[in-house]
């Protein structure tokens, strides 16, 4: 696999895969907060995918780019949100995956669009959820939106889905990758606090109680064990075991990790 980017997702990729599915470039390498803003960032995502659908075209290669499934790209639905239904994405991070998206889908290039929802996993960038809730957690004080939920995926489960995805031929298609248990925030910041032993100062500010569910109806046509080892109430658990002790054992990079 040719991976296009150095950081969260890409270092994840490169671990698992390796020289496996040569035929394949991922583009992990591009916005990866839905706080950004800033035009010339969006910017240089574009003209990167430009770049490698040019080359992707040139050499007949498949196309492995990841979109957003978040509140991002489907804002609160009234159930769970299918890849096949409208969107009217409700910020500048949404729009832009769901342009690039559209450029992918008309490019004439053999494709695969993963939308993705908090992912979880060694390699995170600072800003990431459960980096910022640690840090916050461990220096005293944490910001809670009142109702807010997160659906967290751990990253063993994506690469679970990328593998028998490509190992299938899957392509042509947009496919949610989730979890699809969205997790109170209240309930992830109590669940740190009670494995570090400490209780930080919670300030709240006001939030939507409205919850984004991406479905994963269609992923689990094609992955049919796709996160069947773990019961979804015990889902976060299963994630704070398996990475906390990473975040609370190596506070100096976390401020150090580039790329996606």
Known sequence: MRII?????????????GDRFPEVTALASGVSSTATAA???YDREARVLYDVLD???????????????SFSMYGFPPGPAAETDPVRPPNAYGRHKLALESVVRSSGTE?????????VGRHQRPHQLLPTLVRNIVEGEVTVL??????????????????RLLEDGVS????????GVPQPVESIVTAIEQ??????RRIHRPGSPA??????????LRVPDFRTATADQDYLSALLDAYLPYYTALPADLGAQPGR
């Open 111 to 119: 494709h695969l669009i993963l939308r993705l929802s908090h992912v």
């Open 172 to 179: 042509g298609e947009i496919l949610n990758l989730a979890s």
């Open 55 to 69: 080359e992707c075209r040139r050499h007949g290669r498949r196309l492995l780019f990841f979109s957003t499934a």
């Open 39 to 41: 035009f010339d960032e």
């Open 146 to 163: 009142r109702g807010a939920h997160r659906d967290l995926l751990d990253v063993r489960d994506l690469l679970h889905a990328v593998e």
């Open 195 to 200: 494995r570090l032993g400490v209780t930080a």
């Open 211 to 220: 919850i984004t569910q991406a479905s994963v109806e269609r992923l689990r």
């Open 5 to 17: 980017g150095d950081g969260f997702l890409a270092r994840n990729l490169a671990a698992s895969f």
